[in-house]
C-alpha cells in the first residue's frame, strides 16, 4: 500500500531513527543501520560519514529552508510575517518522507532524554539562525530574536498536528495557523 | 580573598563542572570528580546519587523557584507578572555558589555541544514546568506558554549579563529587565 518507496538514503534515515529509539542513539552503530536497512557499511558511507550526520543533515536543511523564505520574503514585510515566509517555504519542501520519519523519531525522542537533548538544542539553532535571518532585514535584535522564538514554536506545533492529521494533508496550513494562534497570544499577553 | 568558603557539596559541584569543561560530560567519572574536590569517592555519594545529579539538582531547585513565585503571585496578577515574580524568586536565592557555578559552566557549555544539548533540554523543561503553574492560574494554555517562554529567555538574558557584571550585583534587576525587554519587543511585534 505504500504510495512512496524509499531508496537506500531514506531506509537508512528510517532504520537509524527506528535503533536510536529502539536501543539509544550510543548503542546503535553504523553496521546495525546498515543492516537494518538492508544495505552494505560502505553504502551507509556513500550517504553519510557518520550516524550523527544523520540527525544533522535533515536539521541543516530545515534552517536553510527557513531563513532563505526570511530572506526572500517581500521588502515591507513585518518580522512576524517574514517569519511566515519561512514556514511557508520550509513546510512546502516536507513531504510523505518527512511525515515518515518525524513520526518515528517523534516516538524516539518521547522515550529517551538523549535525544531530547539533541532535539531542544536543534530548536535553539533553528532560533539562532533566523534571529540572524531577521536582522539581517533590519530588525532589531530583541525583537528579531523574539519573532525567531515564535517561529519555532510554530513549527514545532504545526509539525506535532500535522503528524497526527491525514496522510494527505499538508504541512503548511498546521504551522501557519499555530503562527497566527501565537500571534492572538502575543497580543493577549500586552 | 574568597568572601565564601564552599563546603564539600559546593566543591564537587565545581569540580565537576570544571572537569567537564576541561574533558566532556561522558568522560568524567565520579572518582575524578572526588579528587578534583579533594574528597573520597564515598562523600560524593553521600551527596548525590550520580555525576548527572550534580546538574539535575540545580535544575530542579531552580525550577522550583520559578514556579513557587507564579503560583503565589497576586490573584490579579497578569501571565507576565505572574512570571515576573517567579523570576524574583528565583533570582532572589541566587547567591556567590551559583554566580561562582555559573561562570564555570557557562564556559564550559560554549565548548561543548553535549552540554549544549543538556542546557537546552534544560530550558524546555523550564518552560514546561512555568506553562503548567500559569495554566494552574486560569491563564488560556497558549498564552501561559508565551509567557514561560519569554519568562525563560528572560532569565536566561539575565542570567548571562549578571556573570559580567560586578561581583556584589544581584540577579533579580538583570532579569527583570530583559523581562521588561522582551516585553516591549512583544508589543513592537503585533
Known sequence: ??????????????????????QGYDATTVAQIAERAGVTKSTFFRHFPDKREIL????????????DGITEAPEGATPLDAVAAGLE????????????????????IAT?????ERDALKSVGLAA??????????????????AAELGVLAFKQGYAQWLGSAPDAPLTPYALTALDDLRTATRALT
Open 89 to 108: 517555504r520550509a513546510c512546502g519542501a516536507m513531504g510523505p518522507m518527512n511525515r515518515e520519519i518525524g513520526a518515528r523519531l517523534q516516538a524516539a
Open 129 to 146: 539562525a533566523m534571529t540572524e535571518s531577521l536582522c539581517a532585514r533590519g530588525v532589531p535584535e530583541s525583537i528579531a530574536h523574539l
Open 56 to 67: 544533522v543533515a535533515g536539521q541543516q536543511a530545515l534552517c536553510r529552508l527557513l531563513t
Open 1 to 22: 500500500m505504500a504510495r512512496w518507496e524509499p531508496g537506500a538514503r531514506e531506509r537508512l534515515v528510517l532504520a537509524a531513527v527506528d535503533l536510536f529509539a529502539e
Open 112 to 116: 529517551n532524554v538523549e535525544l531530547q
